[in-house]
């Protein structure tokens, strides 16, 4: 069974093909015959309930200079195509936003989107911790100053983080006696008119920060464990961190299947749990990666598991 599948990306020239999980599902997907598109969000437009898009046909290469051939730009409905994958990367602005409302528009006439435009909007990677409290460390999400100093006070090392940020941006590591400690809180709520995150710091990070994925509400055998360099507290690479593939752990594992069935029954077909020790600390729905390291480290084909599961999830 071919399928012809579209991908709302970022820009291609700016995909890396070295690590981007993007590129790997594409490439996966081509090699078994499938259609590969892609959509640039600006080209969405709602006519009525018909969603319209500028569609890029390629065909994905091996090399990487460049990844891909391209075969020109066609006015397209997305009920055209037999599944859309919305991996665009955040900022999860309102730009954002309407487009999930777009693509929710889509899926209610009938056409498969992964992940679900409602689960994604509804889904704060970073609040939607605080429905699993048991899974999760002191965690605090507020703007008012008064109960962040609180928290601090309570657990004297604390992480704040804002609650749009991604690749580990605006992330700070704050003690009770941190004489930046007011600055900080200042600085990241805006003078209390934006909310931020408090959660007591987990030492193991010293480990990584383990990025675990859920592929149709099953785990993968592998995380990406993305520890800090000498002197950091995040882990994220795209600040620097390294990653190092690894199995999952008992607790890993138990997290996993405990968020699996729950998220996969809400449209989530991928997720990436971020883990520390054996605590949940974010639930990433937008557009989670790691697939390239995970395979090359492992040999086990992330790609593939979840071109398997996007096959099943086509004929459901």
């Known amino acids: 069974m071919n399928l012809r599948l579209a991908f709302i990306v970022d820009p291609l020239d700016k995909l890396k093909p070295a690590k981007d999980s993007s590129i790997a599902m594409m490439r996966e997907a081509a090699r078994r015959g499938h ?27 091996r090399g990487d200079a460049p990844w891909y051939v391209p075969h020109g ?21 309102f730009e ?8 929710e528009r889509a899926a209610a006439a009938g056409v498969r989107v992964f992940n679900h435009p409602r689960a994604i909007r509804d889904h704060s990677e970073k609040v939607s911790i605080c429905e699993f409290p048991e899974l999760i460390t002191p965690t605090l999400v507020s703007r008012d100053v008064a109960a962040i100093n609180a ?42 008119a934006r909310t931020l995150m408090a959660q007591r710091f987990i030492p193991e990070i010293a480990q990584g920060d383990k990025r675990v994925l859920l592929i149709d509400g099953e785990p993968v055998p592998y995380c990406l464990a993305r520890i800090p360099k000498a002197g950091e507290t995040r882990g994220n690479l795209a600040a620097g961190g390294r990653g190092v593939a690894q199995p999952l752990s008992e607790s890993d ?21 971020d883990v520390i020790g054996d605590r949940l600390t974010e639930i990433n729905v937008t557009s989670p990666t790691c697939f390239v390291e995970i395979t090359e480290q492992t040999g086990f084909d992330v790609a593939a598991m979840f071109l398997d599961a996007l096959e099943r999830a086509t004929t459901r």
């Open 151 to 192: 928290f601090i006070d309570t657990h004297a090392d604390c992480i704040l983080k804002p609650l749009d940020g991604m690749g580990g941006a605006r992330i700070f590591r704050v003690r009770a006696d941190d004489a930046n400690r007011n600055v900080i809180i200042e600085t990241l709520t805006e003078d209390g």
């Open 73 to 93: 730009t066609e006015p397209r409905a997305l009920r055209e195509f037999d599944a859309v994958l919305m991996r665009q990367d955040p900022p999860f602005d």
């Open 96 to 103: 954002y936003i309407t487009a999930t409302w777009m693509l």
């Open 253 to 273: 594992l138990a997290i996993a299947r405990k968020l699996g069935p729950v998220l996969a029954a809400r449209g989530l077909l991928l997720v990436g749990l």
């Open 35 to 61: 259609e590969i598109w892609t959509i640039q969000r600006q080209t969405m437009s709602l006519h009525g309930d018909e969603v319209m898009v500028g569609a890029v046909r390629i065909q994905p290469q």
